[in-house]
């Protein structure tokens, strides 16, 4: 048996080792900025991209509260035409006026109205949020004979269901979360392994892909010990659990994961450390998992793997903090590129203690936000180059403002986030809502036509509840998902 306070001293250790290594001593007694970041670094050196001119920001107006009714103004309207156009469907098309399924061709769950539900409630916007409830407990039905993938479905739907029931403790929402959980198990039970499989049909239980990766195999403990708490039943609990032991206790010699697996061996089916996809929010759920169960087999395994991060994947790069792809047998760097969606690492970071290194992190990313006005799905630390051009609409960045601005009391997040609202609102805004961008580097960025269902459950709500002042929400003691929803924290 693990003695938990001698691993927490030697990875205290560990952890002091690692910032040093990495100059981040410095870092950790400076004080707040006083003002946003400066503007651009001159462009790459290697001209990977085209920037086009990004028009600047106009500073936010003094009373953050206006912004925040901007923000549930644009909320509204948005909904309002899913509504009307797509109600019951997973997502509108925002530029055709068409929608869209997400999960299974011809098997739409209302994906947007599930996704909206804490949103509306946090927002007030009562008759809205009733709305989707209506639809929901009149037509939302699990017995779908069609593959759904495991860890978007919990996340978005089992998470949405759940944090609807929170804040309005409707019942047909948690009996609609009990059904879709129970339909997820055989994922779990029929592995060999206990790692899940990636797919599984609603109806019929018949799993399958067992090649697999971290995201989709520590994803869950969130929403599964949630259920397990509101309903007493501990089976959920411990299958979310063991997934993790399953990966955690095949760790390389130097306490590091690659992000391949396969469910039925529970083998590693490459090299590749990652705190970017599809590993991001394995490392979000460990901590997630001991903060909201207290859980110390969780934090530990945390802690161990955190350590590892620092000490072998972060690497500065112009004074700026990133964190390579390694080989994680040998710490080796195998690619300097870099995911916008690793950028919710900054927030995981500041909220387990390590407030330096999310403060570091957030810098670098609020760097290519300067750069480019909306972030790319990719780019290549080393140049700042743009690898991938589009941008899914994407929450990460302004999550991690928000929990940099709850750990740190820091005004400059604030203003990162209106940033983050004001370059989204002048590039994704379409005729019936906010879309997907198919290239941020042409002036204007170009357009996609989709809505992820996450618009509606995260950075809507992050800025709501950083610009607002949200009597609804408990700004000490919350829990937000990996997909936005609440929790813990509603205030009734
Ligand atoms: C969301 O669905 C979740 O945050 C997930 O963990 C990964 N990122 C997407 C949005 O980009």
Known sequence: MVDPLLHRRNLLRVFAGAAAGLGLGALAGRGALAAPSS??????????????????????????????????AEFRWAWRHYAERALGRDQIKPVSGGHEDFFAQGHPVGLTAVEALDTLWLMGLDTELEQAVEWIEGNLRFDI??????????????GGLLSGYHCTGRERLLDLAVDLADRLLPAFTRSPSGVPYRYVNLATGQVGQPETNLAETGTYIAEFGTLSRWTGRSRYYEVAKRAFEVTFTRRSSLDLLPYAVHAETGEWLNRVATVGPPADSYYEYLWDGHALFGDPDLRYWYDVLTAAILRHQAERVDGRLWFAQVDAFTGQVTDRGQSELASFYAGLLAESGLVAEGRAYHDSWNVVQDRYGVLPEGIDYTTLGATWRGNQLRPEFVD?????????GDEIYRWRAWVHYAHMKRTSRARYGYTVLDDVTTTPPRQGDSCPGYWWSEQTKYYWLMFGDVRRFDYR??????????????VH
Not at 400 to 408: H, M, R, Y
């Open 400 to 408: 991690s403002a928000l929990f940099l601005w709850l750990s740190t």
């Open 145 to 158: 004979d069609a593959p759904f993938q495991v860890f978007e479905t919990n996340i978005r739907m089992l």
């Open 477 to 490: 003691d919350h829990y937000l998902s990996t997909e936005g929803n609440l929790l813990r924290g509603a």
């Open 39 to 72: 503007p651009t670094a001159p462009p790459p050196p290697g001209g990977d991209v085209m920037v086009g001119d990004v028009p600047s920001v106009p500073a936010p107006p003094a009373d953050w509260r206006a912004v925040a009714a901007d923000v549930r």
